[in-house]
């Protein structure tokens, strides 16, 4: 009993010393001073980054996926280009890459109004097979690995416009 009318004051004199002194706090808009060197207030930032990182996302599956066709949806114009021209040299060579990803995690590391770079970590199971019999040449190496993605607004959609990693990640 004691007990509790010891915390029943506790609590009405932290009441009443939080309603006295007459403290007056002016609370702006959160958007109207929101701004940032990307130039997107909060709620513009949160969507554009969910969109980016939707987007992205999308692009690496067809990418990983190997069907040129999807380029042009997942790629600028110019990575298309230069990548259908690796993948090229690649098959000159007798070899394919088949690529599988584990694990993987995308954030957006970097953010401007209509570009942005986004980390892709994952456990790298892609290997190399023969383009003639299809058997495996170089097998994977189960290494984790990581990607910075630049993307960029292209029409209405992002795009990615360079894979940039180490080793035979970005192959």
């Known amino acids: 009993m004691t007990f509790f009318i010891a915390t029943s004051l506790v609590v009405l004199f932290l009441v009443q010393g939080c309603s006295s002194g007459g403290i007056e706090v002016d609370i702006k808009n959160v958007n109207s001073d929101a701004s940032s060197s990307d130039g997107l207030d909060p709620l513009e930032r949160g969507k554009v ?85 299809s058997e495996v040449v170089n097998p994977s190496k189960d290494a984790a690995s990581e990607i910075y993605i630049n993307v960029v607004k292209e029409g209405n959609r992002w795009k990615i416009q360079a894979l940039i990693g180490a080793g035979e990640a970005t192959l």
């Open 49 to 133: 980054r969910r969109a980016i990182l939707n987007e992205t996302a999308e692009g690496v599956a067809i990418w990983l996926k190997g069907d040129s066709s999807g380029y042009s949806k997942a790629f600028t114009k110019k990575l298309s280009a230069s990548y259908l021209a690796q993948i090229e040299k690649l098959h000159q060579k007798g070899t394919d890459k088949v690529r599988r990803h584990e694990n993987q995690l995308f954030e957006v590391v970097e953010l401007t109004k209509n570009a942005a770079t986004v980390k892709y970590t994952f456990v790298d199971k892609s290997y190399f097979i023969s383009t003639s019999t």
